[in-house]
């Protein structure tokens, strides 16, 4: 892994293969939005080819990744800010509504738009290690490296927005 | 200790129930943890609650990414591999996909100074033929060839600045970086870009770019000013870095704005007013 850094720009081919899924995954549910997403694929691969120095070696290189595509994202939602667009939701609902739907899809799509309401609803934080945890499959340990902080915390943070999005859930229970 | 001896609340065995579902609980706790829901109705609606919010999450599926974002990406890498100067490898095909410009004005931009170089090439040629071939002649060759391909870069440049694709943003910018000295037209294209790009990269690499430039007070002035305008924390450091380093100290005063700016990040202002010491001090 440590090629990468010594000038050589052939494994960046290779780690765009292997990692370009995960990372549009990360964006996509941070942002509810896939063609930002893709733009901040684009960016955060930008970025790891300008700053390869600043990879150590030390820790994993995924956590190196995810260090870099947080400031992506930070970015992102800081220049969204000022252009004052909201947060995807609208366009989510009507990307997913579109087409023809059978009951079993529509209740779906329901759901999903239900829980991106939610999710929206949720702390940046918050909602950032449910993203991490649940859709990129990081353990406990794994979001702590990329953090910079405790498991233990993590530990706190994941249980927290798991309870606020159980509430959230049995809410919306209620109202069906 | 005896396991089984082992009793925990329902607030931790709640704890617990998550980590279980996600796989990490240990399987001494997984024992003690199974031996409380067992007997504990409560913590059974618990883990089914915990079960339907994790299949909600699931429903929020990824999409696929368009096919464009790979080739986007390796045309990237070739814009870097060409900045580097790095030699690409023989990279088998299959590994680094297909490379193709994804729109076609560059290609045609591509093609079109071709021929216009060609045609300038055969004017010139006949030009010489037709008289003595001096040298004076050659070196007269040689300086309307450079001119006609600064122009054309220039063009080029200036064309590609204008377009939508982020990434055709870059190749311009890089492009700019090629011309032997920028007139008033590219500076202010690049300041611009400067400014106003909606890509925090094509705004780093456009600082870059207009590095080579800082000779200009045109340039000096527009980078001042670019302070006030910068939304981007990256841009901002790198800015601030950048007046040190020229030793900018007209800078100050746009520096003490940018520290006044709503929500400006800890990590900017700490450089920020690094900055403003070092500026101030000499
Ligand atoms: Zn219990």
């Known amino acids: ?13 290779l780690l765009f293969k292997r990692y370009h899924r995960e990372l549009f995954g990360f964006f996509y549910h941070m942002s509810g939005n896939p063609d930002a997403s893709e733009d901040m694929v684009q960016t955060a691969f930008y970025r790891m080819i300008k700053y390869r120095n600043s990879f150590t070696g030390h820790g994993a290189f995924r956590s ?82 990329i953090l910079n902080v405790t498991e233990g915390a993590i530990k706190t943070r994941y249980h927290r927005a798991m309870n606020e999005l159980k509430t959230i859930y049995l809410k919306n229970e209620d109202e069906r | ?65 368009s096919s464009g974002m790979e080739s986007r990406f390796y045309n990237m890498l070739t814009i870097a591999e060409q900045e580097n100067n790095v030699q690409t490898p023989n990279v088998p095909p299959e590994q680094v996909g297909p490379f193709h410009f994804t729109r076609k004005p560059m290609v045609w931009m591509q093609v079109a100074a071709t021929i216009l170089l060609l045609g300038v090439g055969v004017i010139a040629g006949y030009w010489l033929r037709s008289r003595k071939a ?3 002649l050659a070196q007269q060759k040689i300086d309307i060839m450079a001119v006609q391909m600064q122009e054309m870069r220039q063009m080029m440049m200036l064309s590609l600045l204008d377009n939508s694709s982020a990434v055709e943003r870059l190749q311009a910018v890089s492009l ?107």
């Open chain 1, 1 to 13: 892994m440590l090629r990468v850094k010594e000038g050589d720009l052939y494994p960046m081919g």
């Open chain 2, 176 to 282: 700019s970086t090629e011309l032997d000295k920028a007139d008033g037209k590219v500076i202010e294209a690049l300041l611009t870009t400067l400014n106003y790009d909606t890509n925090t990269n094509v705004r780093l690499a456009t600082l870059e770019a207009l590095i080579r430039y800082t000779d200009e007070p045109q340039v000096r002035e527009g980078l001042i000013a670019s302070l006030a305008l910068q939304d981007s924390p990256m841009v901002q450091m790198a800015l601030a870095d950048l007046m040190v380093k020229l030793q900018e100290k007209r800078s100050v005063k746009a520096l003490r704005q940018l520290l006044r700016q709503k929500g400006i990040r800890k990590t900017v202002k700490t450089k920020v007013e690094q900055s403003i010491i070092q500026l101030s001090s000499v």
């Open chain 2, 1 to 65: 200790m005896k396991m089984n001896d082992k009793h925990i609340s329902c607030e931790q065995a709640k704890e617990w129930l998550t980590d279980a579902l996600k796989g990490e609980l240990s399987s001494e706790d997984q024992t003690v943890l199974d031996a409380h829901v067992v007997q504990c109705p409560e913590c059974q609606r618990e883990l089914a609650l915990t079960r339907d919010v994790r299949n909600w999450l699931q429903t929020d599926e990824t999409p696929e990414p």
């Open chain 2, 134 to 136: 001096g040298d004076e």
């Open chain 1, 64 to 145: 190196w990744m995810y260090q870099l595509a947080r400031n992506v994202l930070l970015d992102h939602v800081e220049h969204n800010k000022r252009s004052a667009r909201q947060h995807n939701v609208e366009d989510y609902a009507e990307r997913i509504g579109g087409g023809t739907l059978a009951d079993e899809l529509l209740q779906k799509t329901e759901q999903a738009t239900q829980l991106r309401n939610a999710l929206a609803r949720l702390s940046e934080a918050h909602r950032e290690v449910l993203v991490m945890s649940e859709y990129q499959d990081l353990k406990y340990k794994e979001i702590a490296e």
